[in-house]
Every structure is written in structure tokens, then in C-alpha cells.
């Protein structure tokens, strides 16, 4: 419903193919056989690179080769929301931030919401804070694992390091179960790795988490040892049991979530589908609308069992990779 206003936005996009690298053969063998399913889920010319020739796409042998996936696009995530704000703005909509709601109570005409001080009436309510919901709507908090991802930039390169290592300037990833992803900063002149964390409290979590980040670069990139960290930063995303997103409705308030690590382009287009059916304008029926949304006995929104869950992946991965 924003498109076309969103268009004019100043949005950097980075147009680029992904590539994702097997840690193993068997997971190099494993992509080869889902080569004709993905040509066909998006029409694009998917294609393997073989190890032999694996440096015309990223400057390691930590990989056994990986697949080529044209068609992928990067984009600048705060600018884009920051677009997407000011298309809404241009609609008529008031954006009030800093506040936190507290409660949302039914009434009546539809619903009360608390906002810090303020209470204001609303005929619907729509729910799209993904893993930040927490505590105020216990449905969602305890069907959504929030789970942190944290990403980190080494400081300037020399032109030739990252030509070196990243020849195309593509999106890139590994196919590890605990995935780590990079990609070149906008300017091309930084590398951008992100990956899980070891802690999500304490005073030293910055430091931990940048050094464990660090260390998986170094997996993949060994030349980076005396390359310097210049920024960490970490956010949450959401998760669900069934590994699907969700979109629905359950005791008169709208909700959109659990979009498991794929939320900029997904969140987008549930948004437009959730507001037809608030509207009552919907054309046809999302095949995520009303799907069964299941929790787990024992889980009420804090992932107690994600340390171990973790170290169960990474377990997994070093014993493939040996």
C-alpha cells in the first residue's frame, strides 16, 4: 500500500546474487540436490560453484565450494524504515515513539490502550512487535522464541584486502546450522559479519560477543587476524516452533510475527495483507493466515533452553566439519 511513496524514499539498496558456502562436502552434495527446487520457488539462475573455483566469489578455502543464488537484493535496514515512516506520515498517520504500552484492555467500541501516562481508545489493534512483544500480550510472547543476532565491522581495509576476499561484493553466508552471514559495508571498504551470541546480559556481553563474532570471521577470513573491530551491535529477532510466520487474529487483536530471521522483505508484505483484512478488503487469503500457532509446555517467552540448544548446533557443526 506504501510502494509507490516509498519509491521516491532516498533507500540504498545493494543489488547483489548471494553466495552460500558448504562447510563440508556432504553439505556441498546436499545443495546440488536442491538446485532444481530453488530454480523453481524463484525463477533465477541458481548454479553451484565448485571449490576449485570458489575464489572468483570469496577469497577462502574454508568452504567446499557453495551456491550462487542471482536475484538477491541488500538493502540500508534504518533507511528503509525511516521510509517507510515518512511514507505513513505522507498518509495521514500519526507515529508516536519513546512510549511503551503497558496494557491493552477491551472495551466495549474495541480496545483501551495504555501508553506511558496516556490511554487511548482504538476500534483494532494490530500486534507486529515480533520478539520484542514480551509480557503485554502472553499469547504471542509465549509462541515467539526471541532470539539475539549480532553483527560486527572491522575497521577500513586496504582496496586490494577486499578485493581479495570479496571479489563480487556479494552477499555471503555459511551453511552451518548456528548460520553466520557477511557481506561488504555500502562503501566497500569494511567487512560486516554477523552471527548468534554467548551472552545476551552482563557487563562484558559487548566484548564476549565481539570476540566470539571475531573468532568465526577468522574461520573463514585468517588474513583478518591483525584487522581491527570498529563497531558491534545486536538486535532480537523472532522465531517460532514450527520455523513459519504467522499472521491471524486471536481474541479480536491483529497480530504479524515469527518471520525466523527473514523479517525486512516478510514483515513488508504481511503488513499490507493484515491491513486488507482489517479493512476488510482482502482479495485472497495468505497461505501463513491462521495457521495453527502452537507454544511448548514450560516455555513462557524466555528461551531457557537456547544456551543448550546452541552449543547442541555447534556441536553438530564442528563434528561435520572435521
Request: proline content about 6%.
Amino acid at each position: 500500500m506504501l510502494g509507490q511513496n516509498v519509491a521516491a524514499v532516498n533507500i540504498i539498496y545493494i543489488i547483489s546474487v548471494l553466495f552460500r558456502g558448504a562447510v563440508t562436502p556432504r553439505a556441498y552434495d546436499a545443495m546440488g540436490a536442491q538446485l532444481e527446487r530453488i530454480r523453481k520457488v524463484m525463477p533465477c539462475d541458481a548454479h553451484l560453484v565448485p571449490r576449485a573455483q570458489q575464489h572468483g566469489e570469496i577469497g577462502t578455502d574454508f568452504y567446499h565450494g557453495g551456491l550462487a543464488i542471482p536475484g538477491y537484493a541488500g538493502l540500508h535496514p534504518a533507511r528503509y524504515v525511516a521510509g517507510l515512516a515518512q511514507a505513513a506520515e505522507r498518509a495521514g498517520v500519526t507515529i508516536i515513539g519513546g512510549i511503551r504500552v503497558t496494557a491493552i484492555e477491551r472495551q466495549a467500541a474495541g480496545f483501551r490502550v495504555s501508553a506511558g501516562s496516556k490511554q487511548i481508545d482504538a476500534k483494532q489493534v494490530l500486534l507486529a512487535t515480533n520478539s520484542y512483544t514480551g509480557p503485554l500480550y502472553p499469547f504471542l510472547q509465549r509462541r515467539i522464541i526471541p532470539i539475539r543476532s549480532a553483527i560486527i565491522a572491522t575497521e577500513p581495509l586496504p582496496s586490494a584486502v577486499m578485493s581479495r576476499l570479496m571479489p563480487k561484493r556479494r552477499m555471503l553466508a555459511g551453511s552451518q546450522r548456528v548460520v553466520t552471514y557477511f557481506r561488504p559495508s555500502p562503501d566497500g571498504t569494511r567487512i560486516l559479519f554477523g552471527g548468534r551470541v554467548l551472552k545476551v546480559t552482563g557487563e562484558d556481553v559487548v566484548e564476549t560477543n565481539a570476540a566470539h563474532l571475531r573468532k568465526q570471521m577468522l574461520q573463514v577470513f585468517p588474513e583478518l587476524t591483525d584487522a581491527g573491530i570498529s563497531h558491534y551491535w545486536h538486535g532480537q529477532t523472532g522465531f517460532t516452533f514450527d520455523k513459519l510466520p504467522h499472521l491471524g487474529q486471536h481474541e479480536g487483536i491483529y497480530y504479524a510475527c515469527g518471520y525466523n530471521g527473514t523479517g525486512i522483505a516478510r514483515a513488508s508484505w504481511f503488513g499490507h495483507k493484515i491491513a486488507h483484512r482489517m479493512l476488510g478488503t482482502e482479495d485472497q487469503p495468505s497461505a501463513y493466515a491462521d495457521l495453527p500457532f502452537r507454544s511448548r509446555h514450560l516455555y513462557y517467552g524466555k528461551p531457557w533452553f537456547l544456551p543448550l540448544a546452541v552449543l547442541y548446533y555447534e556441536m553438530r557443526d564442528r563434528w561435520d566439519q572435521r
